[in-house]
Structures are given as C-alpha cells and as structure tokens.
C-alpha cells in the first residue's frame, strides 16, 4: 500500500498540498489495476475508487474540471493512498469492501444504482410488498436484483392489489381480532378498501392470520409454487365477462399480463442466480493468478490458482466441501450479499467473454493451471 498527505500548515515544504500529491502519484504509481482513497486532513475517507490503470485515472484528478465530482473531491483532499490488486475483478470487489466499511460521502451512488431494483417484504405485522433500489439495515426480507425498476413496480402493484396486500407506510395496524379493544367501527386510511383492492388491516377489516396467509401466498406467487393472485384475476375476468363488461375485462386482461411478467421475471432471476455458481479462474499481474468459488452470485472464497496438480486437487475439495454446505433461505443470502450480487451480475453482463474462464462444477478437472494463466495475462 502507498499513502501519502499533505504537510501540516505553515509548512514551508510546499504551497500548494495538490502538488505533493501530483508529484507523489507520478514518481510512485504504477499502471496496473488497484483501488485509492481520497482523505481529508482529519483523515476521513471522502471517496474510494478502483481502476484497472490506477496511474492514470489518479493523474487524471489534477486535470479535473470546476464543479465536476473529482474536483469536489480533490478540492477536500489532503491525503491519498492507493493499494494495488492482481486483476480488475480482484479490485472491485476490494473497492466495495472498503465502501461497505468505510462509507464514504463522496461514494453515495455506483454505477450500478438504478440499473438493478430488489422487492422487499417488509417485516413486522402486516407487512408490505414494494420495488427499492437498494438492499438496507431495516428488518424484512429481499428478492432480488432484477432490471427494470419502475416496471418491476407496476407490476407489483397488481400483486398487492390481486392478494389485497395494504401499500402504505406508517399507519397503525389494527386487525379484526383486537376491533373489541377498540369499541368503534375503524375508517381504512385510504379508498383501496372500498376498489376492493386491500383487506384494511388499519381499520380491522380482516385478522392477522388472514393477512399473513396473503403474505405467504405472494411468497409462494414470486417462487413460482403458488397461483393465487392468477387466480383471483381470472375469476373476476370471467366474472366481468359474464356481466358483458368487457371494458372492465381488458383492464383485468393487462394486469393480469403485468403479474405473469412479474413471475417471469422472478422466475428469470433465480435461474440467472443459480447459474452464477463456479470457480472463476483470473489471470493476475505479477503472477498474481486468483481462483474464486461463486456460488449463488456471491464470491464465497478465493484461492491462489494451483501450480501443481496437486494443489488443484487440493483446491478442488476445499471448493466441493464449500459448495455442498447448507444455504441460509434465499432472502436471506440475499439480504447478507446484495451488494456482491449486483456486482457480479453487471460484471458478467458487461464482460461476457470472461464467462469462458468459469467452470461449473461437471467441469472442475479443467480448471487451468497457474502456467496456464500466465499467457493469458493483459497487460
């Protein structure tokens, strides 16, 4: 690791604290993949970055614009450091380690916000389907990522609205079997009750077993285990048809289409997830050759890439007893590797040639050598 910071004020060693770093960055840094943190005078991080020509993206900090981000930033800097990794995948995933711990202001959004959306099941009484951007502290349970946020989103709204699931935030819950400590008959909050499009379990309209019984069958629904909200809307198709309302038909006909491409997607997901599951074999500088076990979208361990046949072997049953051990429940690998998951989705969508250098495990005994690797280095 390098770091480097300004002198102390009043020193006589350099009027201008960007210049050190400029000078320190172009006497010491190399072209190669690593990532860097900009610090303020108290040492604060304000941003953390990665590139796979780390020289070159720090140089081009001094030449940044008025206003753009990396003159804010530098604008603050008074001290920098910079770590080195094997490859460009390796510094990725070290760049989002540093950010989970670090959290630095300047890192707010990546990239890959806006591009991939999560749905989440709130915790709690009566809990609440809704499309977020990002996976967060607060209790409940994820789904996820999948594209197309907003419409992800309108197609969730015809599931709550199919199952009667409640989609508002911070009004109290008072189900049917608590309305006789009340002694009133309750108003819903809101006209959903009335389109008989929610159970109003703010206003004691159902029970809590109900309700959780909705819950459950939008978990079945997304999991492809349960039919529900289908059915719900086909009765009242045919009900609407029956009555010759056939305006009112259609209308149930495009949500109807919203949810089956709700499922679809989902469906897409977990088999999209499921295939992330490999060992990615990647060529470092240096000799610095990694092999990390993927599974379920997430990088669960990293070796050194063997340089025997032996140590292959080795690697081999310390993956196998990795991948057979027992999983958590989805949402809740989902919850603890969000961040992961999102990255290497966008990783291998965006470089899909590096699929060639993942072995599933019906094609383990191919994994390549460390001499292998070394002519498939790029400088």
């Known amino acids: 690791m390098f770091g ?14 960007l210049k050190l770093l400029r000078d320190k960055v172009r006497a010491g840094a190399s072209n190669r993949p690593g990532i860097y943190r900009m610090m303020a005078a108290s040492g604060v991080v304000l941003y953390v970055g990665k590139s796979k020509r780390l020289r070159t ?9 008025e206003q753009e981000k990396a003159w804010r ?10 770590e ?44 609440k389907l809704a499309v977020v951007r990002r996976v967060n502290d607060e209790p409940g349970s994820y789904f996820g990522p999948f594209r197309g946020g907003q419409r992800m989103g309108e197609a969730v709204k015809e599931l709550n609205d199919a199952l009667l699931l409640r989609d508002c935030s911070r009004v109290p819950i008072q189900f049917a079997d ?14 959903r009750y009335e389109l008989r ?5 703010c206003a004691g309209k159902c029970s809590e077993s109900e309700y959780q019984g909705r819950v459950r069958e939008a978990r079945a629904f997304l999991v492809g285990e349960g039919d529900g909200p289908f059915r719900v809307l086909e009765g009242r198709m045919a009900d609407a048809a029956e009555r010759m309302e056939f305006e009112h038909a259609a209308t149930l006909r495009r949500r109807l289409s919203r949810l089956e491409e709700l499922r679809a997607e989902f469906l897409r997901l977990r088999e999209t997830v499921e295939q992330l599951s490999f060992l990615y074999a990647v060529p470092g500088v240096e000799g610095e050759h990694r092999v990390y076990a993927v599974r379920s979208g997430a990088v669960r361990e990293v070796y050194d890439a063997p340089k ?10 310390q993956a196998r007893g990795h991948f057979t051990r027992a999983e958590p429940p989805a949402e809740i690998a989902i919850r603890k590797r969000a961040d992961e998951m999102v990255l290497l989705s966008h990783w291998f969508r965006t470089h899909p040639l590096e699929l060639a ?14 001499k292998v690797l070394d002519k498939q280095v790029v400088a």
């Open 4 to 17: 480097f910071s300004s002198p102390p004020a009043g020193s006589s060693a350099v009027d201008n604290p």
């Open 57 to 65: 993206r720090l140089m081009g900090y001094f030449r940044a614009r």
């Open 73 to 82: 930033i530098m604008r603050e800097a008074e001290g920098l450091e910079w």
């Open 84 to 127: 080195y990794t094997p490859s460009e995948f390796a510094s990725l995933l070290r760049e989002l380690e540093l950010i989970k711990k670090l959290r630095p202001p300047y890192n707010v959004r990546s990239k890959r916000d806006g591009i991939y959306s999560f749905l989440k099941l709130s915790a709690g009484p009566a809990p």
């Open 178 to 191: 608590q309305a006789d400590l009340f002694g009133e008959d309750l108003t819903p909050h809101c006209p």
């Open 197 to 201: 499009r929610c159970c109003a379990p």
């Open 308 to 317: 025997t046949a032996r140590e292959k072997k080795a690697l081999l049953e």
């Open 357 to 370: 250098k993942t072995y599933p495990s019906e094609r383990w005994s191919e994994l390549p050598l460390a």
